[in-house]
């Protein structure tokens, strides 16, 4: 097995149980999810419902990425002429993949 080159960081744990009881049920979610949006600075019933039915303005302008007109632009002459598209990324590309498979599928 690989040895990992991250050291993990833990907060503390949150020390009003109240809040975390109080949340909990208003929202009918478990206290360690709980425990662990407020550790994220979620401290409110809004911010947890937000958080957990997220609406478009979560979304970046992927036009902001360099040179994406350009990949647009080959993305969209692979699919015209039917060529097969490979897609390289790391371990959490799979918003990128969603956009492009989004991309795609509107062509």
Same mark, same amino acid.
């Given at each position: 097995?690989?040895?990992?080159?991250?050291?993990?960081?833990?907060?503390? +744990?949150?020390?009003?149980?109240?809040?975390?009881? /109080?949340?909990? /049920?208003?929202?009918?979610?478990?206290?360690?999810?709980?425990?662990?949006?407020?550790?994220?600075?979620? !401290?409110?019933? !809004?911010? %947890?419902?937000?958080?957990?039915? +997220? &609406?478009?303005?979560?979304?970046? !302008? +992927?036009?902001?990425?360099? !040179?994406?007109? @350009?990949?647009?632009?080959? %993305?969209?002459?692979?699919? /015209? @002429?039917?060529?097969?598209?490979?897609?390289?990324? &790391?371990?959490?590309?799979?918003?990128? @993949?969603?956009?492009?498979? $989004?991309?795609?599928? $509107?062509?």
């Amino acid at each position: 097995m690989l040895k990992s080159r991250t050291k993990w960081k833990l907060n503390a +744990p949150v020390k009003n149980t109240e809040k975390v009881t /109080e949340l909990s /049920e208003a929202l009918k979610l478990s206290p360690l999810f709980i425990e662990l949006c407020l550790q994220r600075g979620l !401290d409110s019933k !809004d911010k %947890i419902e937000r958080f957990l039915q +997220p &609406d478009q303005t979560w979304i970046y !302008d +992927p036009y902001l990425m360099h !040179d994406m007109e @350009r990949a647009v632009s080959r %993305i969209t002459e692979s699919v /015209e @002429r039917g060529e097969q598209i490979t897609i390289y990324g &790391d371990y959490d590309a799979g918003a990128i @993949r969603s956009q492009v498979k $989004s991309l795609c599928s $509107s062509l």
